[in-house]
Every structure is written in C-alpha cells, then in structure tokens.
C-alpha cells in the first residue's frame, strides 16, 4: 500500500493537491463492480488529508479560466440539507443526513457536558448497507473538541475527488460551523481519510487541465 499523506490550508489547497497526487501517480485500474462499470479510475491506496483552515471563503475551489467548475458555494449550501436533514426523495435509498440528524444533536449535548469525551463518534450505514447497489461512501464522521475548537476526522470508504470531494468537504465544514456554534467553541480542523479517493477516466482531461494550469500559476 502506497499511502500519502497531505497538509493543506484550505478546501481548495486540499483538492489542487489531491488532483496532482491521483493524477500523477494514483492505481489505475478497470472498474468491475460499483458506479460506472466498464470505465476506469486512478486511484490513491491510502490518503490522509489535513485541512488546517477549512473554513476559509470561498468553499468552493476556483478553477482556472477554461474549467468548468465542479461545484459552488450556492451548491454546498444546499447540500447542506442532504447532510444535516432526514430529507429523503423518492429516488433516493438513502441519506446521510437520516442517520446523521439524530447523532448530531447527541454529540452537541454530549461536548456541553464532557468536553474531553472520546465516544462523539457518529455513524453512516448498517450491516445492510452492503446489499445496496451504491452504499455510503462516507461512512465516519468523528468528532474531537481539543484546545477549544471542533475537529471533524471522516472516513470515506470511496471518493470521487472531481464531482464529490468539494461539495463534501464544504457541506461538513459548514455543519461543523454549525455544530461549534451550538456548543459554544470555536471551529476547527478537518482530517479526511480514504483509501479509495479516485478520478473517473471521464475526468481525468478536467484534472490534467486544472493541474497543468495551476502548476504554472
């Protein structure tokens, strides 16, 4: 296993990093089971990402003049409900928010009571989860309030680091902002783990273009 470990100062730093490292040197490999069967994607084995400021605006990354860009803080915003909400739609097997919504307000009581816990971990899926066609690819969301902030530490069992990474990463810096206010700290860091943070092949000339663009910056 090749693991890789980032430091960034932003969301936007995180990801012009994380498109030069799977770009660059991530597995490439034919899918056979999961989204997009038939296509390909590089792949990290195994990457931790510290984000030390990733609450700076925008969110969203900027992408140089020519890329479209995956996301918006308008988007992100209303993301926000996907992860904060029970909201499910019809076409929808799940939501992240169904399990987070209820654990969510246990770990804001729980800080204002015991700061120093361990057990503000909260949980995506069941055991049932693997019978999905798609299960959760965010499956940790853990928690820690030390020297006086809210740090998020998050698992994702696959990451599509073109169409998901920002949105995520902005949707839960924004529920955490959220959570940091209601417990009365300040906000912290995001450390994101994967050992499947990956491109699709259709992406894969947006990244080229974005890397090649930003290293010449």
């Not at 503000?120 to 853990?142: E, F, H, Q, W």
Request: glycine share 6%.
């Amino acid at each position: 296993m090749n693991t890789v470990n980032i430091v960034a100062n932003n969301i936007e730093d995180a990801w012009f990093q994380c498109l030069n490292k799977v770009f660059t040197t991530g597995y490439e490999y034919a899918i056979a089971r999961g989204s997009f069967v038939g296509h390909k994607r590089r792949e990290l084995d195994f990457v931790t990402i510290e984000i030390r400021n990733p609450g700076q605006r925008p969110l969203a990354p900027i992408v140089p003049e020519g890329v479209s860009p995956p996301t918006s803080d308008e988007y992100i915003a209303e993301y926000l409900t996907y992860l904060m909400t029970s909201e499910k739609q019809e076409n929808e097997q799940y939501t992240y928010g169904e399990d987070l919504e209820p654990q969510m307000f246990q770990v804001i009581d729980m800080y204002k009571h015991h700061p120093d816990t361990n057990q503000a971990c909260m949980t995506i899926g069941s055991k049932d989860s693997m019978n999905l066609d798609d299960p959760p690819c965010l499956r940790i969301l853990d928690t820690r309030l030390r020297y006086g902030k809210l740090h998020f530490i998050v698992y994702f069992r696959s990451w599509d680091l073109w169409a998901a990474f920002p949105t995520n990463l902005g949707g839960l810096q924004l529920m955490k902002e959220f959570m940091a206010s209601e417990i009365g700290c300040e906000d912290g860091e995001i450390i994101a783990t994967s050992k499947g943070l990956h491109l699709y092949d259709y992406s894969w000339s947006f990244a080229g273009q974005v890397c090649r663009l930003e290293n010449d910056t």
